[in-house]
C-alpha cells in the first residue's frame, strides 16, 4: 500500500477547490441574465365596475437590465401584430425586479390587424435581442373574454 504524501493531499484540497469555485462561477453567471415573467388576469364585469379587461404584467426577475422593444400577439388564422413600447424606439427599460402593466380593452384584443377584424389568440412581449416573451395564461383569458 503506497502512503500519501503532502504533496498528493496539497493537490487533492486544490482540486476540491477548484471544484467549488467552478461552480459558484456557473451559479453566479446563470443569475447575470435577464429573466422576463409575464402573466396576465382577466377582470370580469361586476355590480361596481361594468367594464372587462385584461391586465398584463411583465417583471424582470433576472439581474441585467431587460430591454422589452414590442408588445403583440398572435393573430388567429396565422401572423402576429406588435407595436413598440416606446415612442422614440429606444424600449421599455425594465431592471432588476422591475414591472410594467398594461391594461388591454376587448376593442385593442379584438380589432388588430390590416383588415380590422382580426383578433389576438396569444400575447407576448419582444426584447432588444429579438426573443419572445410570451404572456403565461393570455389564451386562456382571450377566450375567456370572448365570451363575455
Not at 504533496?7 to 469555485?21: E, F, M, N, R, T
Not at 388591454?104 to 429579438?130: A, C, H, I, K, M
Amino acid at each position: 500500500m503506497m502512503k500519501l504524501q503532502a504533496s498528493d493531499w496539497l493537490a487533492v484540497a486544490a482540486l476540491l477547490v477548484s471544484i467549488v469555485s467552478l461552480g459558484i462561477s456557473l451559479y453566479a453567471t446563470l443569475l447575470d441574465r435577464i429573466k422576463i415573467k409575464a402573466f396576465s388576469t382577466l377582470y370580469k364585469p361586476h355590480e361596481l365596475n361594468p367594464h372587462t379587461w385584461i391586465e398584463v404584467k411583465v417583471v424582470n426577475h433576472g439581474r441585467r437590465t431587460a430591454v422589452l422593444t414590442m408588445f403583440g400577439g398572435d393573430i388567429k388564422g396565422g401572423g402576429w401584430q406588435g407595436s413598440p413600447l416606446s415612442d422614440r424606439g429606444l424600449g421599455l427599460h425594465l431592471a432588476e425586479n422591475e414591472f410594467h402593466k398594461l391594461d388591454l380593452t376587448p376593442e385593442q384584443v379584438f380589432f388588430v390587424g390590416r383588415e380590422n377584424d382580426e383578433e389576438y389568440v396569444d400575447l407576448w412581449f419582444e426584447d432588444s435581442q429579438g426573443r419572445r416573451h410570451r404572456v403565461k395564461n393570455a389564451r386562456k383569458h382571450l377566450q375567456e373574454m370572448k365570451k363575455i
